[in-house]
């Protein structure tokens, strides 16, 4: 279109100047105008420069190139006539101008039709494909749509999805804390059973006790020697029976909600232990060889004692009785990365970790969950005296406080048992502290 139009313009012109070519021409024709004479000859000069230009722009329509080319003739007559005309002044000449005229204004006026025609034609197709891009557009623009209510689909859905999950963890979360709730209740009952029964078993047994020293008391000489020998075994039975439940009592208390936690050195926990146990230590010649000092722990200092001085206890009852038992006290710092390896539960930065090495007989690692269990024991009572709940005690104080305890030993190797407590900041036990006295306010 618009090459098209670039044609009618030059077409445009050349009829133009050849117009004012001829105007001019005629005027100096009747007038001898020169004036007019120069003017006619430059346009006559124009008209044959826009028809080269013309001849460029057609080329390639065959029509109109053999068009431009009659057009080219016929001006090119006229103008030879115009300037024959000039030189001899003929008036017949100049009278016969009009058919060469009318010759070069009729071709140009075809030409413009063609290309008026041509003109249309290309509108129409540029219409239609203007049409096609439309419908081009209108496509993409539907396409872009749908893909945007598909992703918005897939969205929602991922979204519902997520939701979902999210929707699924909270009911988890929620199943997790009651069964953690209804955990901590049934421990709580059990304590309190542990407690109970413990408790209620010692009437009975102070009954047995008393009647069967009045027995003994009262009838000794009467009674036959094999009587007095199963008399004697009740009573004994009795008071380990008594021992059991003393000790079965004592577990049941160690709770967790009862645990007055402060600031308190470990390097006096121990040395409070060595004066509890002073005979046994002399007796047995005990000798303590401590590798560093002691830090202070945040802890309940009843049950750090109690934990302490079963280990303690145990180290020395558990070594030969011809050997003089050495005991060696450590401490380190761990993180709680590397605990994660023996407890991937535990949730500490740091931790201490007091180690208690024995030179005694040692024990089968095999058993070592075992030896912290209620009753258990490797030992029988013939050999070593105790009642297997030293150790279990041991490992509910230290859970008590976010740590835990474990053993390395072996067979008349000795053992070393090494107990974790975590290394609270100080921060978090004056908040402690703090919301204690508030209770307590
Ligand atoms: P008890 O001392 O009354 O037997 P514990 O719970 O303290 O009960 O210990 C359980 C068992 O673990 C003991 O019977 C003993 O076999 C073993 N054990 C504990 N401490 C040591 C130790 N230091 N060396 C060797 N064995 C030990």
Known sequence: VGHTAQVMLRLQD????????????SIHSLTGN??????????????????????????GDPLQESNAAKLDSAIRFRFMMI?????????ENFMVRSPAVNKVRNKI??????????????????????????????LA??????????????????????????QQLLVNQGELKNKIQLLDETNKNLEQFAYMASHDLQE?????????????????????????????????????????????L??????????????????????????????????????FSHNTALPE?????????????????????????????VLQISCATVTGGEVKELRPDARWEEYYVVALKDNGIGFDEEYLDKIFMTFYRLHGRSEFEGTGIGLSICKKIAENHGGFITAKSEKGKGSVFFVYLPKEPAAKLNNTLLHEHQQAG
């Open 14 to 25: 050349i009829y133009y100047d050849f117009n004012e070519s001829e105007n001019a021409h």
């Open 34 to 59: 020169r004036h007019e004479a120069e003017k006619s000859l430059k346009a006559r000069a124009r008209v044959v420069e826009k028809l080269d230009n013309l001849k460029v722009l057609v080329k």
């Open 83 to 91: 300037q024959s005309q000039l030189e001899i002044q003929d008036q």
């Open 109 to 138: 006026m075809d030409m413009m039709r063609i290309e008026n025609m041509l003109m249309q034609e290309r509108q129409e197709i540029l219409r239609e494909s203007s049409d096609k891009s439309t419908f081009a557009v209108v």
């Open 141 to 166: 623009l539907a396409m872009a749509i749908l893909l945007i209510l598909l992703a918005s689909v897939i969205a929602m859905r991922e979204y519902s999805a997520k939701a979902d999950v999210e």
């Open 204 to 248: 009975p047994l102070r009954k047995i006790t008393t009647f069967s020293e009045r027995i003994n008391s009262k009838f000794s000489l009467e009674l036959p020697a094999e009587t007095q020998l199963y008399l004697d075994r009740i009573s004994k039975a009795a008071s380990r029976m008594r021992t059991l439940i003393d000790n079965l």
């Open 250 to 287: 004592r577990y049941s208390r160690i709770t967790k909600s009862q645990l007055e936690k402060r600031m308190i050195s470990l390097e006096m926990i121990i040395n409070e232990i060595k004066d509890n146990c002073e005979v046994l230590i002399q007796n047995r010649g005990v000798v």
């Open 297 to 325: 722990v945040i802890g309940d200092p009843t049950q750090l004692t109690l934990l302490f001085q079963n280990l303690i206890s145990n180290a020395i009852k558990f070594t030969e009785p011809d050997v003089r038992p």
